[in-house]
């Protein structure tokens, strides 16, 4: 049986994980510089997965990156892709409850 990539994310806001709707919440956020976030652009053959990792220490924390970017739900993205990459996670915590 396969497992799920949410499998081991963090639980947020008791037992949710990410939604679309969560995810615009983030989104609107960085547009109106209510969150704080560094930019950076992919370089080849690295994953949103990758970047949160190093970001956060967690990889199963892409959505974030991909939320407050505007890219959607794929960890994959081309080379060139600016990222925004919240700088507090309890900003991002603070959205979601």
């Not at 037992?15 to 510089?33: C, E, K, L, P």
């Not at 990758?50 to 081309?78: E, F, N, R």
């Amino acid at each position: 049986m396969a497992t799920s990539r949410y499998t081991f994310t963090q639980r947020l806001g008791g037992d949710r994980v990410s939604t679309t709707d969560m995810g615009s919440r983030i989104y609107f956020a960085a547009q109106r510089n209510e969150i704080g976030y560094n930019v950076t652009k992919l370089v080849e053959l690295q994953r949103l997965d990758h970047v949160a990792a190093k970001a956060y220490g967690d990889g199963t924390l892409w959505w974030v990156i991909a939320a407050a970017s505007g890219i959607g739900w794929s960890m994959q993205c081309p080379a060139g892709t600016v990222l925004l990459i919240p700088s507090d996670l309890n900003q991002i915590f603070s959205l979601i409850k």
